[in-house]
């Protein structure tokens, strides 16, 4: 069936370090994959997005890359930053059914 | 700016209780959507619609039901509410058409006692 799967659960890192959040999904007609970030007590809100023309996009710290091939995507934090703790979710774009399915989600920690 | 609110941050109910919990949008969006957020299991669908009137099951529809009377406003309904319903809820709209973003309002955290 529909399933994206996240990991990992938790992941923490020094302030400056990288974070690396990776997404599996099952779809291969999956053309559309955003990432939210939801910060303690707040509504989950996207950051970026790629779509499956695309094998890389990146926003100043944020980048995303997508293997259509092995159907993962991968969200990229470089320089880490305390404000950068919040638990991620990914999703996927199912046309099937039309529907955003999510993973089940990452906690960040960044340690000051 | 893209606008989604709900109706309540918090609610508390008693089992058997029927519930109602509101969402609006100020962006004309076409599509509305109903999750659950529960921990280590992400945001499931439970309803959406596409326009007015509209509705369609998603993951986890059993115990709920909608109403989309009017194309800014999407209700989702509790006919009875039990405590596995305990949970954060989480409602969404998004333009036309497939693959559009989703912006997702502040949440309402409902508790069944």
């Known amino acids: 069936g529909e399933n994206v799967e996240q990991h990992p659960s938790t992941l923490s890192v020094q302030e400056g370090d990288s974070a690396v959040i990776k997404c599996t999904y099952s779809?291969?007609?999956?053309?559309?994959f955003p990432w939210y970030k939801q910060e303690l007590g707040k509504r989950p809100q996207l950051i970026i997005d790629?779509?499956?023309?695309?094998g890389e996009k990146k926003d100043q710290r944020i980048a995303v890359t997508l293997n259509k091939t092995a159907k993962h995507f991968s969200l990229h934090i470089t320089e880490t930053q305390p404000e950068d703790s919040a638990v991620y979710f990914c999703?996927?774009?199912?046309?099937?059914?039309?529907?955003?399915?999510f993973g089940s989600g990452t906690r960040l920690l960044v340690r000051p | 700016d893209v606008k989604v609110t709900q109706s309540s941050r918090y609610l508390v109910k008693r089992t058997g209780e029927k519930v109602f919990l509101e969402c609006v949008q100020d962006?004309?969006?076409?599509?509305m959507f109903w999750y659950r957020q529960d921990p280590g299991l992400g945001l499931r669908l439970i309803y959406f619609?596409?326009?007015?009137?509209?509705?369609e099951k998603g993951d986890i529809p059993e115990g709920y039901s909608v109403s989309r009377e009017k194309k800014e406003r999407f209700s989702l309904i509790l006919e009875s509410a039990s405590t596995n319903q305990t949970s954060m809820y989480l409602c969404?709209?998004?333009?036309?058409?497939?693959?559009?973003?989703?912006?997702f309002g502040p949440g309402t955290r409902l508790l069944v006692l």
């Open positions: 619609s596409y326009d007015v009137k509209m509705k």
């Open positions: 969404a709209s998004s333009g036309e058409g497939a693959g559009e973003t989703q912006y």
């Open positions: 790629i779509r499956s023309n695309v």
């Open positions: 779809d291969s007609a999956s053309n559309y």
């Open positions: 999703a996927a774009w199912m046309d099937s059914s039309y529907k955003l399915i």
């Open positions: 962006m004309d969006h076409e599509n």
